[in-house]
């Protein structure tokens, strides 16, 4: 398996546009996470799904956000409008049920909205 | 809600040095989990640990669990500039039977490395 693959690896956009990033997940892997990650707040956890189905949302930051996993190979996060307070670097990680097992990180996607 | 504090924040040492990194999680520890990351990169799973008590090493750096202290410990020995990077502990929130749950992370311990 390639890992967890994500795209685009940097995105610059402006301010008020729609923003998509996407990601795949490790095949057999049920759980998926997003997280953001700013020098000033570390690695937050934005949403994360459970077979597809999001189980906990709290760390979206605002209505502007939303994620989406229409199957267990794909997920995409979505912001709409964009501001430049959402520039960071927002990490996919995908793991396997159980404890023992750990989180496999993509590469990131490197957000700058200007 | 469960919150992971790391420190120190940032730590430079000189190469042949040993150095810990401590994280202190603010509720009880299911499983803690050590990453290491590249700046601008993804993270990289390190080891995790499971048990109150465990420890585990691989190559020169050792972790511990110390779950009555809510706390765990990152060492490594003879530091390398192959060492420096980012360094930050994760940890599922809740102990669904054996589902990992929600993970969250630390701040990360930035280590510098000096030749």
Known sequence: DAGVIQSPRHEVTEMGQEVTLRCKPISGHDYLFWYRQTMMRGLELLIYFNNNVPIDDSGMPEDRFSAKMPNASFSTLKIQPSEPRDSAVYFCASTAIGLGTEAFFGQGTRLTVV | ?115
């Open chain 2, 1 to 115: 809600s469960q919150e992971l504090e790391q420190s120190p924040q940032s730590l430079i040492v000189q190469e042949g040095k040993n150095l810990t990194i401590n994280c202190t999680s603010s509720k009880t520890l299911y499983g803690l989990y050590w990453y290491k990351q590249k700046y601008g990169e993804g993270l990289i799973f390190l080891m995790m640990l499971q048990k109150g008590g465990e420890e585990k090493s691989h190559e020169k750096i050792t972790a511990k669990l110390d779950e009555k202290k809510q706390q765990s410990s990152l060492h490594i020995t003879a530091s390398q500039p192959s060492h420096a990077g980012i360094y930050l502990c994760g940890a599922p929130t809740e102990n669904y039977g054996g589902s990992q749950g929600n993970l969250i992370f630390g701040k990360g311990t930035k280590l510098s490395v000096k030749p």
